[in-house]
Nanobody, 117 residues
Framework: QVQLVESGGGSAQAGGSLRLSCIVS????????GAWFRQAPGKYRHSVAE???????TYPDAVRGRFTISRDNAKNTVVLQMNDLKPEDTAVYYC???????????WGQGAQVTVSE
């Protein structure tokens, strides 16, 4: 059974940093694309960082230059480093993975990130 276990997050002041980690219990992690999504109250869930199997990353304009996604294929982890946080980054953050050439995808349980002025 595939499990995604998130850790990290919490509270920070504007300009601060937080880190989210996700351990992915799959057999062939290097066959998976990874991403972090977030959902603020009353808003849709959307991607804030994605990383391919070979480590290529993409970010929306709202977080580019502040957020960094990385993966460790030996430890089955995907990490989101968030710097220069802003109050508008406040949301529940979800780890997401999907297996290449299949329709299999999985979500983490969500981690609250709260940024105050």
């Amino acid at each position: 059974q595939v499990q995604l276990v998130e850790s990290g997050g919490g509270s920070a002041q504007a300009g601060g940093s937080l880190r989210l980690s996700c351990i992915v219990s799959v057999r062939a992690w290097n066959n998976y694309h990874g991403a972090w999504f977030r959902q603020a109250p009353g808003k849709y869930r959307h991607s804030v960082a994605e990383i391919t199997q070979i480590g290529r990353t993409t970010y929306p304009d709202a977080v580019r230059g502040r957020f960094t996604i990385s993966r460790d294929n030996a430890k089955n982890t995907v990490v989101l480093q968030m710097n220069d946080l802003k109050p508008e980054d406040t949301a529940v953050y979800y780890c997401y993975v999907d297996e290449s050439n299949t329709d299999k995808h999985y979500w983490g349980q969500g981690a609250q990130v709260t940024v105050s002025e």
